[in-house]
């Protein structure tokens, strides 16, 4: 890292510990111990490399104007918490940060640095209540890196919809994963999850219906349905053509499919997209 470049990072904590909450009381680094304390060990090792040096000092630099919202003691706590979380693991994926951050052109480098990919990742860890959510978005965006060529619709989208889902949603939502891109230790069933999280079957349905909703499940009635109206059609088709025909032929009553009363579901092409972004960076 040269000189500049640690001027530039060091600058840009100043600046942080300058800010204001709008209340008039100085809110320093000095008042968050293990933020400081966490910032601090990072910006003075020089065994981290410049990629991430930048792109943790941008990161700092941008929640800046955040903290002029800061009214709350619990809002402060969860900043740091998550800004704390956020820190540490880009400290411990730099290796994989810099790797990925080389392999793309220098436009989208500086959107994930310094621009909208950055500023939408910092926007969801922010305000996140649940520390898993902040890792998953840590993870999503460093995996969104590994994208050969990722567009600005991808990568809004993605956090959007990771923004409206909890961690028993994607608890949930893994249950439908393949087990080949599980381990043994990842399995679990419905009945577990409804007893670790104390949720009786109206609760599990209905989280099912909200990642449906999300496109992340499928429901196999709905697919029936939808193939039913498709041989309803082709029949309706047939029997029309057969009616103007001068030689009309029988035509045989369409096999349906059954339509079951209990609901079930199937993980989509993005659910499954999804959890891949999530998964720990390797």
């Known amino acids: 890292m040269n000189d500049n470049q640690v001027s530039e990072t060091k600058g840009i904590v100043k600046d942080l510990a300058g800010s204001t909450v709008e209340v008039g009381t100085s809110l320093v680094i000095e008042n968050l111990p293990e933020f400081g304390a966490e910032?601090?060990?990072?910006i003075g090792n020089e065994a981290i490399g410049a990629t991430?040096?930048?792109?943790?000092?941008?990161?700092?630099?941008?929640?800046a104007p955040s903290l002029l919202g800061v009214k709350l003691s619990f809002?402060?706590?969860?900043?740091?918490?998550?800004?704390?979380k956020m820190v540490t693991s880009l400290r411990e994926k730099q290796d994989i940060i810099e790797q990925r951050m080389n392999q793309l052109?220098?436009?989208v480098q500086q959107k994930f640095i310094s621009g909208p990919y950055r500023d939408v990742l910092l926007d969801n860890?922010?305000?996140?209540?649940?520390?898993?959510?902040?890792?998953?978005?840590?993870?999503?965006?460093?995996?969104?890196?590994?994208?050969?060529?990722?567009?600005d619709d991808i990568v809004f989208t993605f956090f959007h919809t990771l923004s409206q889902m909890n961690e028993l949603d994607i608890r949930i939502l893994r249950l439908y994963r393949p087990t080949y891109e599980m381990s043994e230790e990842e399995q679990e069933s419905f009945q577990?999850?409804?007893?670790?999280?104390?949720?009786?079957?109206?609760?599990?349905?209905?989280?099912?219906e909200k990642l449906c909703r999300l496109g992340m499940l499928y429901s196999k009635n709905t697919e029936k349905r939808d193939e039913n109206l498709d041989?309803?059609?082709?029949?309706?088709?047939?029997?029309?053509?057969?009616?103007?025909?001068?030689?009309?032929?029988?035509?045989?009553?369409?096999?349906l499919k059954r339509i079951t009363r209990s609901e079930s579901?199937?993980?989509?092409?993005?659910?499954?997209?999804?959890?891949?972004?999530?998964d720990e960076p390797q």
């Open 39 to 42: 910032v601090a060990g990072i």
């Open 52 to 63: 991430i040096q930048t792109l943790t000092g941008g990161l700092l630099g941008a929640v």
């Open 75 to 84: 809002q402060q706590k969860r900043f740091e918490r998550n800004m704390i």
């Open 105 to 107: 052109n220098p436009e």
């Open 125 to 151: 860890i922010v305000s996140e209540n649940q520390e898993q959510k902040v890792q998953d978005n840590i993870n999503g965006y460093i995996n969104l890196m590994g994208i050969e060529n990722p567009n």
């Open 192 to 208: 577990d999850v409804m007893r670790d999280e104390d949720i009786d079957q109206s609760q599990y349905n209905f989280i099912r």
């Open 231 to 255: 041989i309803l059609g082709e029949k309706l088709t047939e029997l029309i053509k057969q009616l103007h025909s001068k030689k009309p032929k029988e035509v045989k009553a369409p096999k």
């Open 265 to 278: 579901y199937r993980i989509t092409r993005l659910g499954r997209q999804y959890l891949t972004f999530i």
